[in-house]
């Protein structure tokens, strides 16, 4: 039997309505919060959260010697079309040179790491 579940998954960000609006404009659904804790109320009752981090400091990819802390893994049906949505919205390609793969990575207007993955 499990102890809990899972309510939301939080970024650390210096602007959660920013990043808020980025992944609503890339995963859909809906924004609602403030300026230090905003949550995106996704299509299908998930959330994902952005609390404001003032001393933020985004990951690193690819970093051997530091953590990335997590990435999200976003499902699309063509990453050419995602790719050029999501650079359009303010990402930046981290890993996307190898074209024969089924993802890329992309970091997202605060630095975080996700990939498009055409799995």
Wanted: glycine share 8%; with cysteine.
């Amino acid at each position: 039997m499990a102890l809990a579940k899972l309510g939301a998954v939080v970024l650390d960000c210096p602007d959660p309505r920013a990043l808020a609006a980025f992944y609503a404009e890339v995963l859909g659904g809906s924004v609602t919060g403030d300026d230090d804790w905003t949550d995106l109320e996704l299509p299908g009752g998930r959330t994902l959260a952005f609390q404001a981090a003032p001393g933020h400091v985004p990951p690193r990819w690819p970093a051997p010697d530091a953590s990335q802390q997590f990435h999200l893994d976003l499902t699309v049906e063509d990453l050419d079309v995602a790719e050029k949505g999501v650079l359009a919205l303010g990402a930046r390609p981290l890993d996307t040179e190898d074209r024969s793969r089924s993802f890329r990575v992309y970091a997202d207007p605060a630095g975080h790491p996700f990939c498009l993955c055409a799995c």
